[in-house]
């Protein structure tokens, strides 16, 4: 196959040395190719004829032939090279072909994959977009819930505040108006009597049992409705609260003032006055407290909290606290015009009530237990608190701590050494304004600054509103 084609190696040279190159060099001029004279191929063909020339052109024509020869070795030995060089890079180009179809594979693959990740993706988007939506319409609405709810408990705030101060205005008013009339309807208890013209005249020397008949008969009928207009045209005590208080007829006494009972504000600044013109206003007082407990009606019946009954428990405390200074009981360890006879009566009653507190369970929560207060004063009254435990009676000081009377309760019953213990009591179970009420009773700020129970008091009631609110708006849903 190499010998035919480089039969025609020398025309093919000879038409392509007429040629440009590819590279744009004349074929003519290129040094890699042999390019034979075309005045030497006629020896050459000559030569190959049998040498048919003849003279001196032989000579030349060998060196021709030698010197094609060489070029003709030249050129295999170049072709061989360039044929090698051509099957490796063939070689090359069959391993790159099986390498680029398997990289083919593996792109259409990896696209493939790529291409799910990106739906993938797309599709995650789109939830979490949904997501995203859902939730900020559930937060705006939630926003506008709680602005609604906001303003709900402001108004609430508010109309609870204008309440309170509304209750406070009016209690400041309530107690300006009973103190006014206190003053006007009661001044210091005198003895004086007025005869039927109006003419007064005194009578601290005289009888102060006297009293005039035509006012007293005409008073012995007095409707309970007609009573203020009589206590504000008399200065003296009322005639029918003189007229028990001489007969000694505790329990009549006790009637009328619960058939009173409006009025029982204005009647107890003339019960001192009355109780003077009773023999004995001890014995007249105990006579007054067989009713405090009924005999007929037990501690277990739910009836503890009748009307009726409470208001007879209040009227009873009130004769006991205008009884005290009459017998000189305001301080303990003094002198006591009180029998041994009518102590022991006095506490046989205490122990039928202490018994009958024991039984009920006095409720400490609220600090106005009337019970617990009737029986301290009736401890007071009569000097009876040495008889009993100290500790027992804190634990019902507890249990009136609110009532104004507390403080002096406890200085009656001796037991001013156990009013740290009772302070701290109160302030331990949130009553922190009884707290304050008897540190300054007893003077007892250095040890228990007022400004901090204060401060507690206040977050105690911002708390309790803020439950309150919290409660009410859980209700609802």
Not at 57 to 83: D, F
Not at 191 to 213: L, R
Not at 307 to 334: D, F, Y
């Amino acid at each position: 196959m190499w010998s035919q084609r480089s039969r025609f190696s020398g025309y093919r040279r000879d038409r392509k040395s007429r040629e440009i190159s590819r590279d744009g060099i004349p074929w003519s001029g290129r040094s890699d190719i042999y390019q034979p004279h075309p005045a030497s191929l006629i020896p050459v063909r000559r030569a190959k004829r049998g040498l048919q020339s003849s003279g001196p052109a032989l000579p030349i024509s060998l060196m021709i032939l030698k010197m094609a020869g060489a070029q003709t070795s030249v050129s295999n030995e170049m072709a061989s090279e360039m044929l090698e060089q051509l099957g490796n890079s063939f070689i090359e180009l069959e391993s790159n072909r099986e390498t680029s179809s398997s990289y083919g594979i593996m792109w259409e693959e990896i696209k493939e994959h790529f291409q799910s990740l990106d739906n993938s993706l797309k599709k995650r988007l789109e939830e979490l977009e949904e997501k995203e939506k859902a939730f900020e319409e559930k937060s705006s609405t939630s926003q506008s819930l709680i602005a609604e709810r906001e303003v709900e408990v402001t108004a609430k705030e508010q109309a609870s505040l204008d309440r309170i101060q509304e209750l406070k205005d009016a209690a400041v008013a309530a107690i300006a108006e009973a103190r006014k009339n206190f003053v006007v309807l009661f001044p210091e208890p005198t003895d004086v009597a007025e005869d039927k013209e109006g003419k007064v005249s005194t009578s601290i020397n005289g009888d102060p049992n006297a009293s005039v008949p035509g006012r007293e008969e005409k008073s012995s009928h007095t409707k309970p409705g007609e009573l203020a207009e009589t206590l504000t045209a008399d200065a003296k005590p009322h005639p029918q609260l003189t007229h028990f208080c001489e007969q000694m007829d505790g329990k009549g006494l006790l009637k009328f003032l619960c058939e009173n009972r409006k009025n029982l504000a204005a009647l107890r600044g003339q019960i001192p006055a009355a109780l003077k013109s009773a023999s004995d206003p001890a014995r007249l007082l105990l006579d007054s407290l067989e009713g405090f407990y009924p005999p007929e009606q037990s501690t277990s019946d739910g009836k503890e909290k009748d009307p009726a009954l409470q208001g007879l428990r209040r009227t009873c405390l009130v004769l006991m606290e205008s009884v005290t200074p009459l017998l000189g009981m305001a301080e303990p360890g003094g002198d006591h015009p009180l029998s041994s006879e009518t102590k022991q009566q006095a506490k046989a009653i205490a122990d039928v009530w202490e018994n009958k507190l024991s039984g009920v369970g006095i409720d400490a929560a609220n600090g106005d237990a009337l019970e617990a207060h009737a029986f301290l004063q009736l401890l007071s009254t009569f000097n009876l608190a040495s008889d009993f435990d100290e500790d027992t009676l804190c634990k019902l000081v507890l249990a009136v701590s609110r009532r104004r009377q507390a403080p002096d309760l406890c200085r009656s019953l001796g037991l001013t050494h156990k009013i740290p213990g009772v302070i701290e009591s109160l302030i331990s179970s949130g009553k922190h304004i009884d707290a304050v009420h008897f540190v300054h009773a007893f003077q007892l700020t250095d040890s228990f600054p007022p400004v901090p129970l204060l401060k507690a008091y206040l977050t105690d009631v911002q708390n309790s509103q803020e439950k309150s609110g919290n409660d009410g708006a859980a209700a609802p849903q």
